[in-house]
Each structure stands twice: as structure tokens, then as C-alpha cells.
């Protein structure tokens, strides 16, 4: 039958467990890092000795090691990566962290995104969220990815809202952001994206052209496409005026108003193409 679900208390053990081994480690990490190097490390230590002990106590001591192998096999060739769900969890609590902290006097300025050349964690932050996605989205991408005895059954409408369809929650958030981050007169860096574009926007066009991509190209190839746009797009940037327009560009229509949103799209999208191959 099923498991018994936990009872009130474990879960609120469970709960403060995993605050105080990943949220807490986290921020004081992020914020006090060069005073607290010693203390996070003995949180860690002995949190995973707690937790190691915790394992080893719930193993049966009729427990082989022919099964343990079983068990580690079953882990290693099942088709959802524990590991990567882990490591997209834990670059999620990071991005809500650092986005949380970032407006604080204790979060280093040095870990916020840079304002011209260079990077920092959070500018790290947003291209692990883009990879982070993209080495999930092969299932996806395989389903807009037409067949040649199949293109002509298809309807291009049929297709292209499919597409649409998935990326309609992140224009939402999109505009919610734009209009609400407008009409409060929040504090923004013009520098980061532009006037009106935002990252939601960034998550959405990456997705759209990877899934209008798939129809005429095959997933095996993105590793080449993504190789030939991060080189064409450092031969923009270097020797036909594209670093200088994004920096000193007037904004004098709507594209140019947002040439850093977009212009980093570009970058953006290479590395997805990366990822799905990864993935």
C-alpha cells in the first residue's frame, strides 16, 4: 500500500532540518563569508554527520551489498537525475537568497551583477538559471522537433501555439513585473536590461527561438549552433560596434530603449543550446 504520510511533528523536524542545513549555511555564506568561513563549515560538517548517522540507522542490517549496488545502479541509470534536481533546487534557493539580499547593506556589493565588464554570483546566478532549464527541455524540444514525413501534416498555427503556449505564464510575469515595478516607482538599474525588458522576457524569447529552431534543426546539432553564435556574437561585440552601442547607444526607439535586454538574449541562447545537449 501507500507510505503513512508523516506525522505534525516530523514534519516540522524535517522542515527545521532543512533550513538550518541549507537556507541559514546559505545565507551567512553569501552575506559574512570572510567572518564566518570556520562556522559554516562546522555547520556543514556536523550536518552531514547527522545526516549520515540518520541514513545508516534506517538502513535493515539484512541489508547486502548486492543490493546497495542494486539500489545505486537503479539511481545512476534512472532517467530523472536526482543530482540534477538537486542542483537546480539548490541554485534556486541561491537565486531567491542573493535577490532577497541583494537590496540589504550586509550583502556584499561585490556579488551583485556588474554594471559593465566582468561578472559576479548573481550574474552567474541568471546564466545557471538559464542552463539550469535548458538541460531539462530536451523531452520538450523533442516534441516541437517535426519529422520531415510530418511537416506537411502539421498546421504551422498548431505548432506555433504549442510553442506559445509554454512561455504565456513567463510574458505574465513579465508585464506583472514591468507594470508593477513601474507604478510602485521601484528603484531600477536601466543598465541591467533596459527600460522595459526584464529577465522574465530573457526566459521567454531564449524558449521561443530554441522551440522555432527545432523545426528545421535537429537537437544533435544545437551543440555546433550554439558554438557559432557565441563566436558571432564576440565578433559583434568586438570589431563591429556592438559593445560600444550597448554601452554608450542613445535610446532613442523602443529597441534601443532595451538594447541590454536583448542584446544579451543572444548570449543567453548559446548557452541554452549547451544545455540542451547537455541534457
Known sequence: ?????????????????????????????????????????????????????????????????????????????????????????????????????VDFTIFPRRLAKTETFGYSLMDLGVGSFILSHAVVSFPRLEKYEV???????????????????????????????????????????VSEYGVHWNFFFTIAAVAIFSGLLSRFVSLSYYSVIGAVTILGFQLFLSFFGLTDWILHGERVDLISANKEGLASCIGYLALNFFGVCIG
Open 147 to 189: 519529422k520531415e514525413h510530418e511537416a506537411n501534416q502539421m498546421s504551422i498555427t498548431r505548432w506555433l501555439f504549442g510553442i506559445v503556449r509554454n512561455v504565456i505564464p513567463l510574458l505574465i510575469l513579465g508585464f506583472a513585473r514591468l507594470f508593477t515595478t513601474k507604478a510602485a516607482n521601484y528603484q531600477e538599474h
Open 1 to 101: 500500500g501507500l507510505p503513512s504520510p508523516p506525522t505534525p511533528l516530523a514534519a516540522t523536524i524535517a522542515t527545521i532540518y532543512d533550513f538550518v542545513l541549507l537556507i541559514i549555511p546559505m545565507i551567512i555564506s553569501f552575506c559574512l563569508a570572510e567572518y564566518s568561513l570556520t562556522f559554516i563549515s562546522i555547520l556543514f560538517g556536523a550536518c552531514a554527520l547527522f545526516h549520515l548517522i540518520r541514513y545508516l540507522r534506517s538502513q535493515s542490517i539484512t541489508t547486502t551489498e548486492e543490493n546497495d549496488n542494486n539500489e545505486l545502479s537503479l539511481l545512476l541509470n534512472d532517467k530523472n537525475k536526482l543530482f540534477i534536481s538537486d542542483w537546480r533546487s539548490i541554485m534556486m534557493l541561491s537565486t531567491c537568497v542573493c535577490i532577497l539580499c
